[in-house]
């Protein structure tokens, strides 16, 4: 088990078109939000504008605080999820993937079920949606 104290804080958005989430895919098949590692010196929303940017080309606002949890991992250090309601600047743009990604989609909130996506996002995808 892995276990040298350190703990990576993440932030993840949920971003809301039509009712629909933002979802993108990574190369080992998991489906996820938006978002990543906040860097030294960064702060939380810099980090979530920067991810998102980075990785879908988007422009968003930080929306309000929706969930937080704790993210344990056997082979790395565990992470400390932040997700955020987030609202495209542009509604109808359209996301353009780095390399992290192989493929984004723009899900129905009752079609959800079958990304099995972690509790945390769940959560905070439930969340959203009431807001």
């Known amino acids: 088990m892995f276990d040298d104290g350190l703990l990576y804080v993440s932030l993840k958005g949920v971003i809301v078109r039509r009712d629909q989430i933002l979802l993108l895919q990574k190369h080992s098949g998991r489906w996820d939000l938006p978002g990543g590692r906040l860097d030294p010196g960064e702060t939380p929303k810099q980090c979530l504008l920067r991810e998102i940017a980075e990785e879908t080309g988007l422009a968003v606002r930080q929306g309000r605080l929706l969930h937080r949890w704790v993210r344990y991992r056997s082979n ?10 987030c609202r495209l600047n542009d509604p109808q743009a359209e996301p353009r993937l780095s390399a992290e990604h192989v493929a984004s989609r723009w899900v129905d909130a009752d079609a959800l079920a079958r990304y099995q996506l972690s509790r945390g996002i769940e959560k905070s995808i439930r969340r959203a949606r009431k807001s």
Do not use: A, Q
Not at 76 to 85: E, K, M, N
């Open 76 to 85: 790395g250090p565990d992470v400390f999820v932040i997700s955020h309601r």
